[in-house]
């Protein structure tokens, strides 16, 4: 069966301010030391298993320029531009219907454009699994990631491990983020996984989950389908997609379903959460200083400053994020970088728009 991938690309990645903006995401910067953006890494990893004409980006109208400059061997027609952000669900809705009215049917792998993957064989070989299991009968099959620590931040897996498909094992459900304790728990029972919101499935499969759990969204997304391709697309698109209800794709449909499988991915998976991210995936020099861009560090240890071609010098400091960007610089303790958020709170209430 014809393997595609839906990519999502609609993200504001506002941890990553001042570099991440509403005109450039994260998804579209290079955070990594080989120059290369999120979204052509995501793109270049599943290239062996996905022909470039079967790769579909889900993106913000805003962003399709940026996709074609990043992107320019895919094809135009596959960057599906919704008028407004609402939610996975619909994302990967969109996505079905154009890939049903495109394919008979076919496999579709749903990724996420933020995410850094170390080992690629790796991750290959559980991509292909999840395929092989996907396209029996009408499974879901969904990615988690083994945990190594009690993270709070991340939703959570549990699977049942007497109940396996191949190298996968049957969900037994979806959990919020836990407490600190809870996490702990989750660990002990090694029954757990971090949920990585990435997922594999017939386009038929999804399609009837959609008809059965969101009927009012399915009914919408028809109406898209019925005009793709002609004069009339982006116009009921434009009139059908805002009023789509604004739920995930775990809420609406995974937390129901039947037939649902996780494998376990032990890849060097990082979602590159927020700025702390940059010390897993960058080198750090001796004093344990993560640097980018014309830095000089003095009694200086285990800081992130990203910089341009400004001098930047740091004497004295200690446990620091610093982003300097042409009209805004970020310094923040390590510490508080969960709340970099409140600064985009405080600018959009203080009408300071250029600054997002």
């Known amino acids: ?36 953006t999120m979204i052509q890494l ?75 993957i170390k080992y690629h064989k790796m991750y290959l070989n559980v991509l292909k699994d999840g395929c092989s ?3 029996k009968g009408n499974n879901l099959v969904t990615i988690g990631i083994t945990p190594d620590y009690p993270e709070t931040g991340y939703g959570y897996i549990k699977f049942r491990p007497e109940e396996a498909e191949g190298n996968a094992y049957a969900v037994d459900r979806f ?31 999804i399609l009837e989950n959609f008809q059965k759990f969101l009927p009012e969204m399915y009914a919408g997304l028809e109406k898209i389908r019925s005009v793709i391709g002609t004069d009339k697309q982006e116009m009921i698109l434009e009139k059908t997609f805002p009023d789509l209800e604004s739920v995930s794709i775990d809420y609406g449909i995974m ?22 991210a940059v010390e897993r995936i960058q080198k750090s020099n001796e004093n344990g200083n993560v640097v980018t861009g014309n830095i000089i560090t003095i009694h200086s240890k285990n800081n992130i400053i990203q910089g341009g071609k400004k001098l930047i010098a740091a004497v004295g400091l200690q446990d620091l994020i610093i982003v300097d960007t042409d009209d805004a610089t970020l310094i923040c303790e390590k510490g508080s970088a969960a709340d970099i958020k409140m600064v985009l709170e405080n600018l959009k209430i203080c009408n300071r728009e250029e600054y997002l």
């Open 175 to 205: 959990v919020e983020k836990p407490d600190l304790e809870t996490a702990k728990e989750y660990l002990e029972t090694e029954e757990y996984l971090w949920n990585s919101g990435m997922f594999i499935w017939k386009v038929s499969t």
């Open 42 to 116: 995501t793109v270049e990893r599943i290239r062996p298993l996905v022909d470039m004409e079967d790769i579909f980006i889900s993106t913000n109208r805003a962003y399709r320029e940026l996709v074609l400059e990043q992107l320019p061997q895919l094809p135009p027609e596959n960057i599906l531009c919704e008028p407004v952000g609402r939610n996975t669900a619909p994302c990967i809705g969109l996505g079905a219907v154009h890939m049903a009215e495109k394919y008979e049917d076919a496999l579709m792998m749903v990724l996420p454009s933020d995410h850094l």
């Open 255 to 276: 937390e129901k379903a039947q037939n649902i499988y996780i494998l376990p991915g032990v890849f060097g998976w990082d979602d590159v959460g927020s700025w702390l």
């Open 1 to 36: 069966m014809k393997k595609t991938a839906l990519i999502m690309a609609g993200g504001r990645g506002e941890r990553f301010w001042p570099k991440s903006r509403k005109s450039l995401p994260k998804q579209f910067l290079s955070l990594t030391d080989d120059g290369r």
């Open 133 to 135: 299991i996907a396209e």
